[in-house]
Nanobody, 124 residues
């Protein structure tokens, strides 16, 4: 079982940057696809970015393209989300999610493992 734990959230001004980290508890993390999702107040949780196990295929929501970068460090069982040019509408709880599959995008609708989330607040 993979248990993701997020960190790195916080309060930042518009235009600022944050780097979220996801630490996974299992050594099998390196063979799983990983992604980031977010949930803003009063809204449903949405996909932000996804990455396959070998960091070959990256997927981004339109809102994240050009500003966010997903990456991973399999040697240390970690994944990251670098967020630049942050906007107030990026304010949300950000969740790391891990799939039981290694690649593709079909798992985005139902990841197998979720973290507890980290709050990101962007002030105007």
């Amino acid at each position: 079982q993979v248990q993701p734990v997020e960190s790195g959230g916080g309060l930042v001004q518009t235009g600022g940057s944050l780097r979220l980290s996801c630490a996974a508890s299992s050594r099998t993390f390196s063979t799983h696809a990983v992604g980031w999702f977010r949930q803003a107040p009063g809204k449903e949780r949405e996909f932000v970015a996804g990455l396959d196990w070998r960091s070959i295929s990256k997927y981004y929501a339109d809102s994240a393209k050009g500003r966010f970068t997903i990456s991973r460090d399999n040697a240390n069982n970690r994944a990251y989300l670098q967020m630049n040019s942050l906007k107030p509408e990026d304010t949300a709880i950000y969740y790391c999610a891990v799939s039981s599959v290694a690649y593709g995008s079909s798992w985005f609708s139902a990841p197998d493992y979720w973290g507890q989330g980290t709050q990101v607040t962007v002030s105007s």
